[in-house]
Every structure is written in C-alpha cells, then in structure tokens.
C-alpha cells in the first residue's frame, strides 16, 4: 500500500495551493482519509479528514480556508488550501486507515504518504 502527496511548493501569504494524494496497492474504498501537517519541532497536527460515507471535519485553524475532497472512486484524496499564511507551513501528510469511526486522531491512521513541503511567505 502506498499513498503519494503531490501539490505542495511556496505561496505568497493569500495565496492557494491544491495538494493531492494518489493511492495504490489497495483494491477497496479507504473508509477514511485525513490530511495532516506537522513543522519542526511540533507534533503532526490534523488538519481535515473525510469518511466514505460521511462529511469532511476540519480542525478550527483551517475551517473556511481549506476544503478537503476525494474522487469519486474513493482513493484519491485533495485538499484547497486558500487564504495561505506563513502559520500554514509545514510538511504536510496524507493518511488512510478501515476502520469504522473517521475523526480528527492521528493515532487512528495507519498508512501514510511521505509528504510535501508547502511553504507560505509574508
């Protein structure tokens, strides 16, 4: 199983940026997907996840700015990132995990992307 981040790069504070996450080597619908970000010396927060057959859930800091989205095959995640700010940088890492209950938890994540680098400037 493997999950790819693309997407990433610099934007200008009130910018945009569209990450994606393509999957392989899983033949079911994932039945939640997150997108997460983490900067050095912090701990990986989340950021946005969405289940197969519920909405998206975002935490406080993102909510009107980003928007999160799969395909409709289910196994490939996106995330619009809009209104940019220099707080908003990070390495930032997709996930996937089966198990029923889709929350913000970085714990309840078990495959996860490399990452991509997105970094905001002033």
């Known amino acids: 199983v493997q999950l790819r981040e693309s997407g990433g790069g610099s934007a200008q504070s009130g910018g945009s940026l569209r990450l994606s996450c393509a999957t392989s080597?899983?033949?079911?619908?994932?039945?939640?997907m997150g997108w997460f970000r983490q900067s050095p010396g912090k701990e990986r927060e989340e950021i946005a996840v969405?289940?197969?057959?519920?909405?998206?859930t975002y935490v406080d800091s993102v909510k009107g700015r980003f928007t999160i989205s799969r395909d409709n095959a289910g196994n490939t995640l996106y995330l619009q990132m809009d209104s940019l700010n220099p707080e908003d940088t990070a390495m930032y890492y997709c996930?996937?995990?089966?198990?029923?209950?889709?929350?913000?938890?970085?714990?309840?994540?078990?495959?996860w992307g490399q990452g991509t680098q997105v970094t905001v400037s002033s």
């Open positions: 080597g899983y033949s079911y619908r994932w039945y939640c």
């Open positions: 996930a996937a995990h089966v198990s029923l209950l889709c929350r913000l938890d970085v714990g309840a994540f078990t495959y």
């Open positions: 969405i289940g197969i057959n519920t909405g998206p």
